[in-house]
């Protein structure tokens, strides 16, 4: 594996039913770490399959390394799941996933998102908060009693702001 740069090609595409095991993992590995497993294959490929949801992959090189699932309804969106591998972290791939979902929920006349983040994930909640999403409300034992949460929302109506809630 070379390391990754900012001049790589990334590629998004709309996961396939093959790809639910290893976003699965990733999920696993890299957001519900110390966290029973919730979103197993079973659960990803649902989403797959459903029309109301859209899962989307990033790749490099043949190699998926990132992966965001928003689901949609008649008013609003929840991004359920966004993770990239560490090691692409910071070369915009997150953002990337997050704007084309976005984008998809405006087609559709969905204005408003919404996502719930560890508490304890600051590198997290910055992030979300620098793409204009605020945090609404803190949810206590939210992730199986064990730890709290951060809601937070995105008027995509609104132009994006930095500053904290």
């Known amino acids: 594996m070379h390391s990754p ?31 029973p497993w919730s979103w197993t294959a079973p659960r990803i490929a649902a989403h797959i399959r459903s029309s109301e949801s859209n899962v989307l992959t990033a790749w490099v090189d043949s190699r998926l390394v ?33 704007e084309w979902l976005e984008e998809t929920a405006r087609v559709g006349d969905i204005f408003t998102i919404t996502l719930e983040v560890r508490a304890g994930q600051q590198g997290s909640r910055t992030f979300y908060r620098a793409l204009g999403y605020r945090e609404d409300k803190y949810i206590p034992g939210y ?14 109506r609104r132009p994006s702001s930095n500053s904290l809630h």
């Open 143 to 156: 992730y199986s009693g064990r730890e709290a949460a951060v809601r937070m929302s995105h008027d995509l």
């Open 5 to 35: 740069s900012h001049e790589q090609h990334v590629e998004l595409k709309l996961a396939r039913l093959r790809d639910a095991q290893r976003i699965a993992v990733m999920s696993r590995d890299l957001i519900e770490f110390d966290l």
């Open 66 to 98: 990132g992966f965001a699932l928003m689901q949609y309804f008649n008013e609003h969106a929840h991004l359920n799941l966004l993770g990239v591998e560490p090691a692409y972290r910071r070369f915009g791939i997150g953002r990337r996933l997050i």
